[in-house]
C-alpha cells in the first residue's frame, strides 16, 4: 500500500473524518451522562427500594442485560417512530445507549452499596446520624470508590458501543469511514485507521481508571 | 423511679416465630457498671441492640432518663417513632462493636468528629480539638491521623470507643468488645474501659471476661434463654451462684 | 397513534426466528470453543516470566480489548481480503468473535490461575510430583473451577455479540428480526419477539451453567 495515497486521501477527507468524531464524542458522552443519573437512580432503588419498585427495576436491568445492544439500538429506532416518538437515529441511538449504560451502572451500584459492611451502617446510627447523613458521609463516599474504577470502564464500552450507532444511519467516525472506504477502495488503511483511534481512546480511558484507582484508594 | 438512668419493662423481641428476649426488666441508675454474662444465643447482645433501637423490639418499653426510647403509644396503638427522632435518641447512648466498625475511609480523627459535627452541630476546629483530647485519653494521640486500615486491632477498637464517648453519652454499650482481639491486644482495650468506669460513666457492658466483669462491675446480669436468670453484685454472684444454670455457666467459663 | 398489536406476521416468520436463534447460539459456542484455547494459551503467556511471551499476549489482549468489535467483525471481512484473506461471511465472523473472546479470557484465566494456593503447588513438588504433573492434577483442575462463573458470563455476553454478524449479513438472529421488520412493517411485535427470545436463552443458559458450576463444586 502506498502511504502517500493513504496520507493524501486522509487530508482531503479530514473533515467529514473530524466530524465523525465529533459524533462519536458526542453520542458517548450523553449516552455516558444520561445513563450514569438513570443508572444512579436504578442502583439505589435496587438496594433500597420497597419490594415492589425493586422488582420492577429488577426486571427492567435483567430484560435490557439480557438484550444485545445492537437489538437494542434497531428497536429504540424502528419501535418509537412507530409509536409516534420520532426521534432521529441520533436521538434514538443515544436513547438506547444511555439504557444500556444505565443497567450497567445500576449493577455497579448495587454491588458497591451492598458489598459495604453492615456495621458501618450500625456504627453511624448509633453516633445518631440520621439515614441521609449516614448515605452521605459514609455509605456514599465508601461505595464512590468502588464505583469509579468499573464506571470508567462503563464509559469505555459506551465509546465502544457508539459504533453501532453506524448501522442505522447515524454519521459517526466509523460511518464516516465505511463511506471513506466505499469511495477509495482503501478498506485495509481505513479500517485500521479508525480501529486505531477508537483503541487510543479507550486505552487512554482504560489507563485514567487505572490512576483513578490508585488515587481513590484507601490507606492501610 | 424516674430517678433512673435506664429503666427496661417486661422486654420482648422475636425474629420471626422465634422468641429472643422473653420479657426482660432491669433499672440501672446513673453511674452503675453492670456486666451481662452468659451464653451465646441467650439474648445479652439483642438486648444490647434493643436500647439503641439497631434492634426493633415487639413488647416492652425501654427508658433512658425517663425518656421512652424508639416507640410511642398514642390511643393504644403502638407506633416506631420517626427516623430523625430516633436518630436523635441514639445519640444518647454510645456503642461499641465487637467488629469496632470504625469508617474506612476517614482517619480516626475524623471518625471521632463525624458526630460532632454532623450530629451535635459542632464546628470543625472545636470538633477536632474534642476529637483529639479523646483521642489522647485512649492513648492513640500520635495516632489520629492514621486510617483504621493502618491500625492494630486494639487500637482500632480503642479510636471506636473515643467515637463513641466523645459524643458525651448518658449510657455507653460495650458489646464484647475484646472478642475479635488477639490475645496480646485485649488488656489495652479493657484498660480504657477500666478509667472510663473510673470516672463515673455509666456502662452496659457485654462480656466474656469474666475477670474484668468481676473487678470493673458494680453489678452482673446473668442471661439464660431470653431471661435474666440471676443478677446480684459481682462478689456474691461469682462465689455463690443461686441458680444451677448460673453456676454450670460459671464452671465452663475461664477467669484469666 | 392507532397502532394495534397484531402478532400473526411475526408467528408466520417465527421458524426464520428460531433459525435465526440457533445459527446465534451455534456460533457462539463454536467462537468459546476456539476463544478458550486462544485464551488459556494467552493466560500462561501473561504469566510467564519471559517477556517473549508476556509481552505479544499483553499486546494481544490490550488491543483487543480496546477496540470496537464491530470495527472487528468489518475489518475481519472487509479488509483482510485486501491482504489476501479472504474468508466467508460466517468464518469471518467466527474468528473474529473467537479472536475476540480469546482476549478476554485469557484475563479470566490469568485470575483463575492466579488464585490456585502456592502451597498447593509446593505440596505437590513436596511429593514428588513434576511440575507438569502439578498441572495437570492440581493447577488446571482448580483453576477450572473458580474461572467457571467467568466463562458462564463470557458465553452469554458472546452470545449477545453475535448479534453484530447482522452487520455483515448472516442470518442470524437479528438479521432476521430486521428482515422480517421491513418485511411485515410489524415493528413493535419483531423486536419484543427478538429481544424476548434473546432474554429467554440468556436466563437458560445461565441457569444451565448455574447448574454446572453447582456440580462441579467441591463438596464442603
Not at chain 3, 144 to 153: A, E, G, H, I
Request: aromatic content about 8%; charged content about 20%.
Amino acid at each position: 500500500m502506498e502511504l502517500v495515497t493513504f496520507f493524501e486521501t486522509l487530508w482531503l477527507a479530514r473533515i467529514p473524518i473530524l466530524k465523525g468524531i465529533g459524533v462519536t464524542v458526542s453520542i458517548s458522552v450523553l449516552a455516558i451522562l444520561v445513563g450514569t443519573v438513570l443508572g444512579i437512580g436504578v442502583g439505589l432503588a435496587l438496594t433500597y427500594g420497597a419490594r415492589p419498585l425493586r422488582w420492577l427495576v429488577r426486571g427492567y436491568t435483567d430484560f435490557i442485560r439480557g438484550t444485545p445492544v445492537l437489538v437494542l439500538v434497531l428497536a429504540s429506532y424502528y419501535v418509537l417512530g412507530t409509536v409516534g416518538i420520532d426521534l432521529g437515529p441520533f436521538q434514538a441511538g443515544v436513547l438506547a445507549l444511555a439504557v444500556f449504560c444505565s443497567s450497567h451502572v445500576g449493577e455497579i451500584v448495587r454491588g458497591a452499596l451492598q458489598s459495604i459492611p453492615k456495621g458501618q451502617t450500625e456504627a453511624a446510627k448509633a453516633i445518631g446520624l440520621t439515614f441521609p447523613q449516614t448515605f452521605a458521609y459514609v455509605l456514599g463516599p465508601q461505595a464512590l470508590r468502588q464505583v469509579l474504577p468499573a464506571w470508567v470502564n462503563t464509559a469505555a464500552e459506551m465509546v465502544k458501543a457508539s459504533t453501532l450507532l453506524s448501522i442505522i444511519g447515524v454519521a459517526e467516525l466509523l460511518l464516516r469511514t465505511q463511506e471513506l472506504i466505499s469511495r477509495t477502495f482503501m478498506s485495509l488503511e481505513f479500517y485500521f485507521f479508525a480501529g486505531f483511534l477508537y483503541f487510543a481512546v479507550n486505552y487512554g480511558i482504560e489507563r485514567f481508571g487505572r490512576y483513578v484507582e490508585r488515587k481513590t484508594s484507601i490507606p492501610s | 423511679m424516674t430517678g433512673n438512668l435506664l429503666e427496661i419493662r417486661d422486654l420482648h423481641k422475636r425474629y420471626g416465630d422465634v422468641e429472643v428476649l422473653k420479657g426482660v426488666d432491669c433499672t440501672m441508675a446513673q453511674g452503675d457498671v453492670i456486666s451481662i454474662i452468659g451464653s451465646s444465643g441467650s439474648g445479652k447482645t439483642t438486648m444490647l441492640r434493643c436500647i439503641n433501637m439497631l434492634e426493633e423490639f415487639q413488647g416492652g418499653s425501654i427508658r433512658i432518663d425517663g425518656e421512652e426510647i424508639g416507640y410511642e403509644t398514642t390511643g393504644g396503638t403502638r407506633r416506631r417513632k420517626k427516623e430523625k427522632e430516633i436518630a436523635r435518641q441514639r445519640a444518647m447512648t454510645g456503642m461499641a462493636f465487637q467488629q469496632f466498625n470504625l469508617f474506612p475511609h476517614m482517619s480516626a480523627a475524623e471518625n471521632v468528629m463525624l458526630g460532632l459535627v454532623k450530629v451535635k452541630g459542632m464546628r470543625r476546629d472545636e470538633a477536632r480539638s474534642v476529637a483529639e483530647k479523646w483521642l489522647d485519653r485512649v492513648g492513640l494521640a500520635e495516632r489520629r491521623d492514621r486510617f483504621p486500615g493502618q491500625l492494630s486491632g486494639g487500637q482500632q477498637q480503642r479510636v471506636a470507643i473515643a467515637r463513641a464517648i466523645a459524643m458525651n453519652p448518658k449510657l455507653m454499650l460495650f458489646d464484647e468488645v475484646t472478642s475479635a482481639l488477639d490475645p496480646e491486644l485485649v488488656n489495652e482495650v479493657l484498660q480504657v474501659i477500666k478509667d472510663l468506669a473510673r470516672d463515673g460513666m455509666s456502662m452496659l457492658l457485654v462480656t466474656h471476661e469474666m475477670r474484668f466483669a468481676y473487678e470493673v462491675s458494680s453489678r452482673v446480669i446473668f442471661m439464660n434463654q431470653g431471661r435474666i436468670g440471676e443478677e446480684g453484685n459481682p462478689r456474691e454472684m461469682f462465689l455463690k451462684p443461686q441458680t444451677e444454670r448460673l453456676a454450670e455457666f460459671l464452671k465452663t467459663s475461664t477467669f484469666n | 397513534m392507532g397502532y394495534t398489536l397484531n402478532f400473526s406476521a411475526v408467528w408466520r416468520s417465527f421458524d426464520q426466528l428460531l433459525m435465526g436463534l440457533a445459527l446465534s447460539l451455534g456460533l457462539a459456542f463454536v467462537a468459546i470453543t476456539i476463544g478458550c484455547v486462544l485464551g488459556l494459551v494467552t493466560a500462561f503467556g501473561l504469566l510467564s516470566k519471559r517477556g517473549m511471551l508476556r509481552h505479544p499476549a499483553r499486546i494481544y489482549v490490550t488491543i483487543i480489548r480496546n477496540t470496537p468489535i464491530l470495527v472487528l467483525v468489518l475489518f475481519t471481512f472487509f479488509a483482510l481480503p485486501q491482504l489476501g484473506i479472504r474468508l466467508g461471511k460466517i468464518e469471518s465472523f467466527v474468528a473474529t468473535l473467537a479472536l475476540y473472546s480469546g482476549a478476554y479470557l485469557a484475563e479470566v484465566f490469568r485470575g483463575g490461575l492466579l488464585a490456585v494456593p502456592n502451597g498447593l503447588k509446593e505440596a505437590g513438588l513436596a511429593i514428588g510430583l513434576t511440575q507438569s504433573q502439578i498441572r495437570n492434577s492440581i493447577v488446571m483442575p482448580l483453576m477450572l473451577r473458580n474461572v467457571l462463573p467467568s466463562l458462564s458470563s463470557t458465553l452469554i455476553s458472546l452470545f449477545k455479540d453475535t448479534s453484530l454478524a447482522a452487520a455483515i449479513a448472516v442470518p442470524e438472529l437479528t438479521f432476521e428480526a430486521r428482515k422480517i421488520n421491513v418485511e411485515t412493517f410489524r415493528v413493535i411485535e419483531t423486536w419484543i419477539v427478538a429481544s424476548c427470545l434473546y432474554v429467554a436463552t440468556c436466563s437458560v443458559l445461565a441457569a444451565l451453567l448455574r447448574r454446572l458450576e453447582r456440580r462441579m463444586s467441591i463438596p464442603r
